[in-house]
């Protein structure tokens, strides 16, 4: 079957270096995404990589690795606002998204 | 440019009752996709149009669900009669159709809350 992991809860302190992780077993790959959602709100793009590698983009960078099925999220200089759940969805061989449960990151000053 | 906009953003429903979820896409997108995401679990994809046709419905869970997407624009997913395990957030996401297709980057709209009791 199809499987994303990534972990329920994470909580970092405000400017500081957060990591989530996300793993993935599916059915072919089309590319990994990274969705930030606050409560209540829409989920909102973050990042798109299809290829190996570090995709950088000012505080929030993504990273895959398509042979190890992972890529990660690291936010950089983090803020009180950047407390949200942060959603790993792959696109399958079907170009449809497989979603994790997400990762509610929580920001403490 | 408007966004993916939602309605109901909530509704509170009782078991056998039916209801109606509305979704805008935004102007110019052919996707239109329907999600569900059932408190702490992850996002289900339900079923998706290009167009007016029904591209994907491999998701819809049960013949209690009927999408319609008349014209291309707006869509509607009823759920009739609503059952207790229906309770959850339905979003509606669209895109443009991409030659590269795995690029496609959804624009989700903030969800419709349904509780049934």
Not at chain 1, 6 to 31: D, K, L
Request: aromatic residues 12%.
């Amino acid at each position: 079957g199809q499987n994303i992991d990534q972990p329920t809860e994470m909580t970092a302190t405000e400017g500081a270096i957060v990591q989530i992780n996300c793993t993935y077993q599916t059915s072919g790959f089309n590319g990994l995404f990274w969705y930030q959602q606050h409560a209540g709100e829409a989920p909102t793009f973050l990042s798109y990589n299809v290829l190996d590698g570090l995709e950088e983009k000012g505080r929030f960078s993504s990273f895959l690795s398509r042979s190890k099925g992972y890529s990660y999220l690291l936010l950089k200089e983090l803020q009180m606002k950047d407390s949200a759940s942060y959603l790993c969805a792959v696109m399958d061989s079907n170009y449809q998204l497989i979603w994790g449960a997400g990762t509610k990151l929580i920001i403490k000053p | 440019e408007a966004g993916v906009t939602q309605f109901p953003s909530h509704s509170v429903i009782e078991k056998g009752q039916t209801v109606t979820l509305r979704c805008d896409p935004i102007s110019g997108h052919d996707n239109l996709y329907w999600y569900r995401r059932v408190m702490g679990k992850e996002i289900k994809f339900l079923l998706h149009f290009v167009k007016e046709s029904k591209q994907d419905e491999s998701g819809m869970p049960n013949n209690r669900f009927l999408a319609e997407r008349t014209g291309g624009t707006y869509s509607t997913l009823k759920v009739q009669p609503a059952e207790l395990e229906d309770s959850g957030v339905y979003f509606c996401a669209s895109s443009q159709i991409l030659k590269q297709p795995g690029a496609n980057v959804l624009t989700f709209g903030a969800g419709s809350r349904l509780t049934v009791l």
